[in-house]
C-alpha cells in the first residue's frame, strides 16, 4: 500500500484559563483554572454527532453500509474530538448464515451459535492490528530504556544473530517489514513451519497459524538471498535485501524482543504499560507449546481480543499524542513518528480516506493512519479530522480443546481446534465481503457538518 502525502502531527493545546482582571492585582474569590490536560477515558462520554459538528442521518447511512447483509460486519464505533457520537453492533443476518452454510462445515444453527448475538460488550478480535500494538509497546520499552533504540541491532536480544549477516538487521528493519529473512509458511509435509514457496502462501504475512510452535522457526530464519527472483516475492520482478515483505515471523520476533529487553511476557507488560494506563481490558493468544515464554509463545503478529470501544481507546490514545499521567505526557517522539509515515512503517499502514478511483488511486492524497487485521480488523485514525473509527468483523473464539486461548487448528475441523473464528474467511469461506474501509471511512466524514 503506498502513500505519498506526510500525516500532520495531532498537536495538544493546553489552556491555562484566568478569572483575574487585568494587571497584577486579584481579588481572593479571583483564582485561576486548573490546567486541563487531556484524558484517558475508561468509560466513553457518549454525545450525540450534533454536538461534534456531524450530522446524525449522514453517519446513519453510513453505517447502514457498513452493516449490510453480506458485510459481515459485528461493530463499528467513531470516536470524534475524544467523544464516542456513533455506535452499532449485530449479529450474523439471515444471507450471511446461508452463505457461509453452502460452503463451510457450518450449518445455520451454529453460526448463529457463535455470532447470533452480539452487543458493545462482545469481544472482537484484532488479527494483525495486534502488530500496532506491538509496535507501540516496542516505543515505550525505548522510552524507558530497555531497549536503547529502534535503529539498534535487533541480534542486541536474539543472540542467536549475532555472530552472521542477520547482526546488520535492526529493530526498525523488522518494524518496517524489511529485514531480509525468509517469510514462512507452514509445509504439510513436513508438519512444521519453513520459508514460504509462492506468493499466494505469503500473500498474508505467512500461514504461521497451523503450527504448534509459531516462534522458534522465525528465530532460526536465514537471511534471502538478494538480487534474485523470488517465488515468495514475485513471478517476475527481483527480490533485493531491504525490499519490503509483509512477514508474520518479523513481528513474532518483535515480542521476542520485548520478551527478552523486559523480562516480562507480552501480555504482562501490555497490561501493565499500556492497558491499565489507558482503560483497555484485552487478552493476547498463545501458541499451542508448553515452554515458551509464558506456556506458550504470545501471538505479537495478531489475535488480541478485546471490545470495539476499548480498540478506540488506543486510537485515541493516538491522537492524544500518547499516554497522559499526571499531566505529563509520555511516548510523544514515537506517536510523532507513527503519525508522520507516508508509507506502511513501524507495523501502521497508511488508507486512502475516500473511495479509490478507477485506476485504483487516492483522490486528493487524503491518506490516514491504520491498523488492518485478516477479515477487515481496522483502527482508522485522522490526526487531520481528529476522529478514531474502528470497524470489527464478526468474530467468537473457539475453545473445543483448551479453556485458554491457545491457538490449535485442525484443518477443515474447529471441533478439535482452539481458533480465532471470524467471518468470513476465518471460518473457511474464502470469499469477498461488501465492505469497504475506504467507502465506509469516506461516508462517515461527509458527515461532518
Not at 270 to 286: E, H, M, P, R, V
Not at 383 to 388: D, G, K, M, Q, Y
Request: charged share 20%.
Amino acid at each position: 500500500m503506498k502513500a505519498y502525502k506526510n500525516f500532520f502531527y495531532l498537536v495538544v493545546i493546553f489552556f491555562l484559563a484566568s478569572c483575574g482582571g487585568g494587571g497584577s492585582s486579584s481579588t481572593p474569590d479571583q483564582q485561576e483554572e486548573p490546567n486541563q490536560f487531556p484524558s484517558h477515558p475508561l468509560v466513553w462520554d457518549v454525545v450525540t454527532p450534533e454536538s461534534v459538528g456531524m450530522s446524525s442521518s449522514k453517519l446513519d447511512q453510513a453505517f447502514d453500509y457498513a452493516f449490510q447483509d453480506g458485510a459481515y460486519t459485528q461493530a463499528a464505533v467513531v470516536i470524534k474530538d475524544g467523544k464516542l457520537v456513533y455506535e452499532r453492533y449485530r449479529g450474523i443476518l439471515p444471507g450471511e448464515k446461508t452463505t457461509l452454510s453452502n460452503i463451510t462445515s457450518l450449518d445455520s444453527s451454529r453460526l448463529e451459535e457463535l455470532f447470533g448475538n452480539k452487543t458493545s460488550d462482545s469481544y472482537v478480535t484484532s488479527w494483525s492490528s495486534a502488530k500496532s500494538f506491538v509496535s507501540f509497546l516496542i516505543g515505550i520499552a525505548v522510552e524507558n530504556n530497555l531497549i536503547s533504540s529502534i535503529n539498534d541491532s535487533a541480534s542486541l536480544f536474539i543472540q542467536e544473530w549475532a555472530n552472521d549477516e542477520r547482526s546488520s538487521i535492526t529493530i526498525k528493519n523488522i518494524l518496517d517489514m524489511r529485514s531480509g529473512l525468509y517469510p514462512m509458511c507452514f509445509d504439510d509435509d513436513l508438519g512444521e513451519l519453513d520459508n514460504c514457496n509462492n506468493t499466494s502462501d505469503s500473500s498474508s504475512g505467512g500461514d504461521l497459524v497451523f503450527s504448534d510452535d509459531q516462534l522458534t522457526k522465525c528465530i532460526h530464519r536465514e537471511l534471502a538471498e538478494s538480487g534474485i527472483i523470488q517465488p515468495w516475492y514475485s513471478d517476475t520482478i527481483i527480490y533485493n535485501r531491504g525490499d519490503f515483505k509483509y512477514s508474520n515471523c518479523d513481528t513474532q520476533v518483535l515480542g521476542e524482543i520485548l520478551f527478552r529487553a523486559t523480562g516480562q511476557d507480552l501480555q504482562t507488560y501490555a497490561d501493565y504499560q499500556l492497558f491499565s494506563k489507558i482503560g483497555i481490558n484485552a487478552i493476547w493468544w498463545k501458541d499451542y507449546v508448553d515452554e515458551g515464554q509464558s506456556n506458550g509463545n504470545y501471538l505479537a503478529y495478531c489475535c488480541l481480543d478485546s471490545t470495539a470501544r476499548d480498540y478506540a481507546k488506543f486510537g485515541h490514545m493516538l491522537l492524544l499524542g500518547g499516554v497522559w499521567e499526571n499531566d505529563v505526557l509520555s511516548y510523544g517522539s514515537y506517536v510523532s513518528s507513527i503519525a508522520g509515515l507516508n508509507s506502511y512503517g513501524l507495523q501502521f499502514w497508511n488508507l486512502c480516506a475516500s473511495p479509490l478511483d478507477e485506476n485504483n488511486n487516492c483522490p486528493n492524497a487524503d491518506w490516514i493512519t491504520s491498523t488492518i487485521g485478516y477479515d477487515g480488523q481496522y483502527i482508522m485514525i485522522d490526526f487531520n479530522r481528529n476522529i478514531v473509527v474502528v470497524r470489527s468483523s464478526l468474530y467468537e473464539p473457539v475453545l473445543n480443546i483448551s479453556s485458554e486461548r491457545k491457538m490449535k487448528l485442525v484443518a477443515n475441523n474447529l471441533s478439535f481446534s482452539n481458533w480465532v473464528s471470524t467471518t468470513p474467511r476465518g471460518v473457511g469461506a474464502f470469499i469477498g465481503t461488501s465492505f469497504s474501509p475506504n467507502e465506509f471511512f469516506y461516508r462517515i466524514t461527509e458527515a461532518i457538518e
